[in-house]
């Protein structure tokens, strides 16, 4: 899904709403931000533009991705599927790069225009570490819990995360 939501951003298709479409737009309209001078809009438009730049290998693939397998199935990758892997390589860290470096475009479109900015990573994504913490500490006190009632080592073994300090 996040490689479809990439080949979206960056569609190639004639009059497709996309991050070029809006540093265009950007650069056409530089006199209408209310936030942002046209000669700070059109440098924000440059950096854009660079950044998109650097990304146009993994951008490839993402295309690639799109047309072969996701968005159609192409025959020759329904032949050789790993030919896909192949011919369209692409890791997660590019992928996140290729959201990480989108986000920071809107970013400072969205600055100058309407002085407002989005924190794009997505907050508290760690949470699970602190549930899997409370449940390794309850298992703990059930280890506790049974020594202390049968006397003897527990027939369950303990988390191999230690005891929190708490």
Known sequence: MSQMYAAKLYDKTK?????????????????????????EVAAAVSDGEARIA?????????????????????????????????????????????????????????????????FMRLVDDQDYKSALDLIAEAKHGQVDKWEAEFKEPCPFPRPRAPRPPW
């Open 54 to 118: 650097t990304l146009a290998p993994i951008l490839r693939s993402v295309q690639d991705r799109r047309n072969e397998a996701l968005a159609h199935l192409d025959p020759a990758t329904v032949a050789d599927p790993a030919g896909l892997a192949v011919r369209a390589k692409l890791t997660l860290a590019e992928l996140e790069k290729v959201f990480n470096e989108s986000g920071m475009i809107l970013n400072e479109i969205s600055r100058l225009l309407e002085d407002t900015t989005a």
């Open 15 to 39: 009059g497709a709403v996309t991050l070029r479409s809006l540093l265009a737009e950007a650069k056409s309209k530089a006199g209408d931000f209310k936030h942002g001078t046209p000669k």
